[in-house]
């Protein structure tokens, strides 16, 4: 399922899949799953990798698809989408400002009223 | 077989609650993915970039209503508020979430609508003239010949398991709107020398990434044989079709293969088999559909002050001048209601514009809206003394643009916004256009004028039938665009030639708007459209303004 890379140090990838129930991409971190793309888990290790995968695949009842896809490791050391295909699944359609864009705004601002 | 009335239906309620039972079964785990897909497919649910999505088939894109404003209920219940017509006269819905589908399916069964054989390898909706029963130019109107076949090729148990997707079109009027050569049917109806009606069966068309225009494979077949040869034309496929090859698999790679003429002997011999199975129940069926679709009580009454307003209010001028179309009955005519205002999505609608769109139906348009293949809504019988009323209401509501057939008037596919499938985006490449014609001030003397945009070679947005078409591709990682020039799917069934290398995004206005340059340059008249300069001019005065630095 990984496409076309292997993970390392210089070339990481991230797990990503969609949810199961309701659709929108998930990313994977510590064998669980969540909707925020910075905190997905970089794999810099092959052999750890294609386990997390495995991992990921057999979590069928929650995930849809899972794969492994190269990334980028931002500035911040948080993971960075390496194309433009995952550039958008991280932040919803061009077109309109509803999708994980908007997520996040809200979620910014709950933080910040905490 | 399947009743199609639009009102609640028992088998479309069976339908929706056999998929919620499914659903039940992948969540718990009783089924998995690959066990599951199929059955979602077969229901009309992708699972798309961001979320799944559902497609609804509208019937060669007739909806009454009530049922525009079923969708509408689905939009705001089950979706972020909108729907997106598609090229294919159907509905989509990009946001639904999984365990709500089958509630969705619900409200649907009980206005007649479904998502039946909107995906899989069946045969897909059939999909005719948005003015059909309206179009001053027709020789009968293809609605009952359309829902005919829908009713028979609804769960027909043969045609489950076909090599690939199947799509049929029929076309009533003397000029084909339904772009009969690039379906894997075509259906023209036709009189014979002695007045008889029947149709021209065209076969083998396509687009996707081996574009082919269909072929005749019968000249004149009556009108009483649909059904047995249409059967034989998909059962001969269903044998000879290719199945080790996802891409070689549509029937048009099958005539190409084996040639027109070994079709057509097989075709000719498996319909004298099944014509002698057909009973006439058909043909009573037929009958009963042509009452179904007898033209409604046309008012015989004065325009009123109709040319009095257009005279007063250069937007209405504007707006009837470009968007309506001619009508077989005096007093009338077709509105073409736009999803191309600036800035706008191609094709998305609203609830409060499906609504709108359902009230003035009901008060001006005898009950009757269809969705075209361009992505826009056709109210087809609104009495001219009526029209300055609906104008005023479509354009409170944001819909009264009056660009239809013009360059803003773009088909773009969802794209990399939403499609899984896509290797660039369509939606930001059409608005850009629109915008920048518009900014120009250049729209209506540049004229009739088709730009189409798919996001990936499986060509949703039909680009090789555009006079521009624009494909989106992924080039080493940065979304780039090639530019086809010559399509036509309308007049002469055209597949647009590629002109060169791709543009990246960028530069894709500034390439097509030196091509209307060259083409204002060219032309010599003002009624010579685009495609007719290309036609008598060549592609190499476009190809030079496309890429001056070859020149």
Known sequence: MSKGFTPSPATPGVITANDLRMGHCVWMRDGKWTADPREAELFEDEAIAELALLDAIAQADQVVGPYLVEAKRGPDGRPEPAHFREAFRRTGPSNYFHGKQAEFVQSELEASNV | ?551
């Open chain 2, 1 to 551: 077989m399947f009743d199609a009335r639009p009102q609640h239906n028992e088998y479309l309620r069976h339908r929706a609650q056999q998929f919620r039972q499914q659903v039940e079964r992948r969540l718990d785990g009783s089924l998995t993915e690959d066990e599951f897909r199929p059955l979602r497919l077969m229901n009309g649910v992708y699972l798309q970039l961001h979320a799944y999505m559902l497609r609804v088939a509208i019937p060669y894109g007739t909806i009454s209503p009530d049922q525009m404003r079923t969708l509408a209920l689905l939009a705001e219940k089950w979706d972020k508020g909108y729907g997106h017509w598609t090229t294919r006269q159907n509905i989509q819905f990009n946001w639904p979430k999984l365990v709500d589908i089958p509630d969705m399916l619900d409200a649907l069964a009980d206005v007649g609508l479904h998502a039946i054989q909107t995906s899989g390898n069946t045969i897909r909706n059939v999909t005719t003239d948005a003015f059909a029963g309206a179009a001053a130019d027709e020789i009968a109107d293809p609605r009952p010949y359309a829902e005919l076949l829908r009713q028979w090729s609804t769960d027909h148990a043969e045609f489950q398991f076909l090599p690939r997707k199947f799509k049929i079109a029929v076309s009533g009027g003397k000029k084909d709107r339904a772009v009969i050569a690039a379906h894997d049917i075509g259906l023209r109806l036709v009189s014979n020398d002695k007045g008889e009606l029947g149709y021209q069966v065209w076969i083998g068309g396509g687009l996707g990434r081996t574009p082919l225009l269909g072929q005749v494979v019968r000249e004149y077949l009556p009108e009483a044989d649909l059904l047995p040869y249409i059967e034989a034309i998909i059962a001969a496929y269903n044998l000879s079709g290719r199945r080790d090859n996802k891409y070689k698999a549509r029937i048009k790679i099958t005539v190409a293969e084996r040639g027109l003429e070994v079709m057509r002997d097989e075709i000719e011999a498996e319909f004298q088999r099944r014509r002698e199975v057909f009973s006439g129940a058909d043909q009573d069926l037929l009958a009963a559909l042509k009452t179904l679709y007898a033209a409604p009580a046309f008012r015989n009454e004065p325009e009123g002050d109709y040319e009095e307003r257009r005279a007063a209010n250069p937007g209405f001028r504007s707006w009837t001048d470009t968007n309506l179309s001619a009508h077989k009955q005096a007093g009338y005519a077709s509105v073409t209601v736009t999803f191309k205002a600036p800035g706008q999505t191609p094709g998305d609608a609203s609830a409060e514009q499906m609504r709108l769109l359902a009230d003035l139906a009901e008060r001006f348009g005898h009950h009757d809206l269809r969705i075209s293949h361009e992505q826009n809504v056709v109210l087809p019988h609104v009495h001219k003394s009526d029209l300055f009323a609906v104008y005023q209401e479509l354009k409170a509501a944001g819909l009264a643009t009056a660009n239809a057939g013009l360059i803003s008037d773009i088909v773009a596919c969802p794209g990399m916004d939403y499609c899984t499938l896509a290797t660039a985006r369509s939606i930001p490449i059409a608005q850009e256009i629109a915008a920048h014609f518009r900014a120009r001030g250049l729209e209506e003397e540049i004229g009739r004028f088709n730009i189409r945009i798919s996001g990936c070679i499986n060509a949703c947005g039909h680009h090789h039938l555009g006079h521009i078409g624009i494909l989106g591709l992924d080039r080493a990682g940065v979304e780039n665009y090639q530019i086809t020039l010559g399509g036509d799917g309308y007049d002469i069934p055209a597949i647009g030639q590629r002109a060169g290398a791709g543009f990246p995004a960028e530069e894709v206005v500034p390439a097509i708007d030196r091509v209307i340059n060259a083409y204002l340059e060219l032309r010599e008249t003002p009624e010579e459209r685009f495609i007719d300069t290309y036609r008598r001019v060549g592609v190499a005065p476009f190809k030079a303004a496309l890429y001056p630095a070859d020149a």
